[in-house]
């Protein structure tokens, strides 16, 4: 399994940004759906926002506006620009690739280990 590397969380005020990032740990020869997801305690982890190689983006409703994903495909990274944060946000953000290509061979449903964001209000 590959392993994907979240970084860029912390404590904010309501109202800050926060840029996440999220890379893979290996050499990755391309990939294809890259997105962020969220979880708070005692609930399911939910989409906040995706990205095909292609650029095609979608979001959920809850962050459409005040979020916005990209990708460095050259860097096989993927961003999550944060802004106008609410305390709402608060949760552990993790970021998953579907399909990841390597020399080693295909790997599916890639997982980081989540990064936690703090929004205060």
């Known amino acids: 399994q590959v392993q994907l590397v979240e970084s860029g969380g912390g404590l904010v005020q309501a109202g800050g940004s926060l840029r996440l990032s999220c890379a893979a740990s290996v050499n990755i020869v391309s990939s294809n759906v890259l997105g962020w997801y969220r979880q708070v305690p005692g609930k399911q982890r939910e989409l906040v926002a995706r990205i095909t190689s292609g650029g095609r983006t979608n979001y959920a409703d809850s962050t459409k506006g005040r979020f916005t994903i990209s990708r460095d495909n050259a860097k096989n990274t993927v961003y999550l620009q944060m802004n106008s944060l609410k305390p709402e946000d608060t949760a552990v953000y993790y970021c998953?690739?579907?399909?990841?290509?390597?020399?080693?061979?295909?790997?599916?449903?890639?997982w980081g280990q989540g990064t936690q964001v703090t929004v205060s209000s």
């Open positions: 998953n690739a579907d399909t990841l290509i390597t020399p080693w061979g295909t790997f599916y449903d890639s």
